[in-house]
């Protein structure tokens, strides 16, 4: 049982964290059409921002808010700079955010060099409950990640921007004709989706050692939870998130840990062949030819 | 709209084009194996392996428009086939290209399967995954596949009896299977086959309603698809004699990918000229590695943005766009919409 609870315990942040990403990626996708392999880019870039603000001596949570801003500027940045003239054909965007990889990968290793850094946790004391070991760290990375989410969730429920982004993620056109600035929206989402990357990256940094090539990985499980969600689907993206996370901390420990890297993307794969737009509803993929 | 039959540019310049990119192919080969470096030469097979592999995956996309992510899994496995074979095995060398090139074909006929329901973007990240899965199963099996460490392979290829020893003798071998490989590309695109895939590109409810089996039809473009990535692996192995698992990942994927999106996948020489800008460019620039991957990318946004159908792609495009501007002289409007090639 204290395993079971410890488990559990380790995928739900990971899980937490899985959903920041996928989150960006599927706001990302609903209002432009992009599926953004930059992503995991954006996410070390925030990583290391708040590496380097938190070694200038601002706390942890002013670099953590900064390194977010700054990647949504650069979210921002890369729609208006490139994506905004790809959005007709979506296998150029496609192509230019594979492109992107490799820009930011150079700029993080010009900056920051390719040997590993790592963040010291602000949090380095243990919260102990019976048999049960729970790092003040990974238990504040938790936290921050589900409030980060819900918050989201209200403001796409319950503001008027939120309500006017979901109506165009649905019906883009129809939306414009009601005089929802769509281009206007795409841009904030941008600026949403890849502060969400910076903000998971500033959280993942304190788990382990940083490198500048660790987006890619991190943004495969990213779509393999937006896929099995439904791409465009907010809800699927948390759900599935944390569901994938629990799953993967579920099977290294019972069963094998050498696969654990697999049981997402096998998963997502079984997911597809049964229901080809995910768990829930989500928009059709776009043409990509 | 009938004048556009009557106005279309002659057929002759294509040809010509492409009997000088025949001609400066065969010369590129000729030239570096007369005067260039031995360095020069290792890049020039190197491009050779790269040319196979994705003429399979432009014939792939180009024909049926579904990009496959998955050729880097096909490409991985025929590469170690090739060396488990040859090194554990002692297989000669024609039974192990012909071995490699069938498990190509049946890692496509794999991969395809998704496609039986997933579409677009789905399905583009999901042959992506697969790749992914290739490579978690090769870190798994242990001495098998070397995992981590590796798969060194020593024995030296011969060929029917013909030993390949030299730098010249592979650079050969190898671009004249890249000048097999690229006619079987042009032959396959000529077939019934190919111009019937096209149909599913364009409109695969309208096929299926004609009688087209279209799902047979995509299993067998990406087993053929496969088959090249798998004897180019093949020839890497060869080539190489060393392979890990991270060579055949995500970012060969990508790398395969850009080669034939930056070349253009409509045109038979595509996958040559982005071979040889993807593989030559960084020698000529010689940054270190990671500034090569970043221009790489800068180029690859620049070149997507300005040349959507690839370098090759360009010629259709001033085509199109010279016919456009004769018939706006001429007052008789219009029919072409965009810069897409017509061939």
Redesign the interface.
């Known amino acids: 049982m204290t395993e079971f609870i410890q488990l559990l315990f380790n995928g739900s942040v990971n899980g937490a964290l899985f959903a920041l990403i996928a989150l960006g990626i599927t706001l990302i ?1 609903g209002l432009s059409g992009l ?1 953004n392999f930059a992503h995991g880019q954006t996410l070390v870039l925030g990583a290391y921002v708040t590496f380097s603000l938190s070694e200038a001596g601002v706390g942890y949570a002013p670099a953590l808010i900064g390194a977010s801003l700054l990647c949504g500027a650069v979210g921002v940045a890369m729609e208006q700079g ?1 994506f905004k ?2 959005y007709a ?4 965007g ?3 955010s ?6 930011i ?3 993080v ?2 900056v920051w060099g ?1 040997d590993t850094k790592v963040l010291l946790p602000p949090l380095r004391d243990t919260i102990k409950v019976g048999g049960l070991v729970f790092p003040s760290q990974r238990v504040l990375i938790l936290g921050i990640s589900l409030i980060s989410i819900a918050a989201l969730f209200v403001f796409l429920q319950a503001t008027k921007t939120g309500r006017a982004i979901r109506a165009a993620a649905e019906d883009r056109e129809t939306a414009q004709l009601l005089g929802i600035e769509v281009s206007k929206l795409t841009t904030l989402i941008f600026f949403l989706g890849s502060a969400l990357a910076g903000l998971a990256g500033g959280l993942i940094a304190t788990l382990g050692t940083l490198t500048p090539f660790l987006g ?1 990985e991190l943004v ?1 499980i990213g ?2 939870v937006t ?1 099995i969600g439904g ?1 465009g689907s907010v809800a699927g993206a948390a759900v599935i998130g944390m569901m994938l996370g629990i799953l993967q901390s579920f099977m290294g420990g019972y069963v094998e840990a ?2 654990s ?2 049981y997402p ?2 998963v ?2 079984l997911i ?3 229901r ?2 995910g768990l829930f509803r989500g928009t ?6 | 709209m009938f004048a556009s039959a009557r106005l279309r540019l002659p057929h002759l310049p294509s040809v010509l084009l492409t009997f000088l990119a025949v001609m400066l192919i065969v010369a590129f080969f000729a030239g570096i194996g007369a005067f260039a470096t031995e360095r020069t030469k290792s890049l020039a097979t190197t491009m050779a392996i790269f040319v196979i592999a994705c003429n399979g995956l432009a014939f792939l ?1 180009g024909r049926s ?1 579904l ?1 496959s992510m998955a050729h880097a899994g096909a490409w991985g496995l025929g590469a170690y086939a090739a060396g488990i074979a040859s090194e554990d095995y002692n297989v000669p060398m024609l039974p192990v290209l012909g071995i490699s090139l069938m498990l190509g074909a049946a890692f496509g006929l794999l991969s395809a ?2 496609s ?11 042959t ?3 790749t ?2 290739f490579t ?2 090769v ?2 099996l242990g001495d098998f596949t070397g995992a981590h460490n590796g798969f060194l392979v020593l024995e030296r290829p011969s060929l029917l009896g013909w030993r390949l020893d030299s730098t010249n003798e592979f650079l050969g071998l190898y671009s004249s299977l890249m000048g097999v490989s690229i006619i079987a590309f042009w032959l396959l695109n000529r077939t019934r086959f190919g111009r019937l895939l096209v149909v599913i ?1 364009e409109n695969e409810d309208l096929a299926r309603s004609l009688g087209i089996a279209t799902m047979r039809m995509k299993f067998i473009a990406f087993a053929i698809s496969g088959a090249f990535a798998g004897l180019s692996g093949a020839l890497l192995t060869f080539h190489l004699r060393f392979l890990a698992p991270d060579f055949f990942g ?2 060969a994927a ?1 790398q395969l ?2 080669i034939v ?1 930056i070349g253009g996948a409509m045109n038979v020489t595509g996958p040559f000229f982005g071979a040889m800008l993807v593989v030559f460019l960084p020698e000529l620039l010689s940054f270190s590695p ?2 090569n ?9 620049a070149i ?2 300005a040349m ?1 159908f690839g370098m090759t792609g360009v010629v259709g495009q001033i085509r199109s766009e010279g016919r456009r501007l004769w018939e706006r002289l001429r007052g008789t409007g219009s029919s072409t919409l965009s810069g897409e090639p017509t061939h």
């Open positions: 996708y599926v490139l003239w790809t054909r979506p296998i150029v496609f192509i230019v594979l492109g992107l990889i490799a820009v990968e150079l700029v290793v010009e390719t890619l495969f779509f393999a896929l791409l050498g696969w890297d697999s993307f096998l997502m794969i597809i062949m049964i080809p737009r059709e993929g776009a043409s990509i030819h | 996309y428009g990009l399967l998704p039986l329901r997933a579409r677009g973007h789905y399905l583009l990240i999901v992506f995954i697969i992914v899965l978690i199963t870190k798994n590109k995500l970012d990508i990918t850009l999106l990671n500034t991957t970043g221009v790489n990318g800068v180029l690859l946004i997507m943005l959507p």
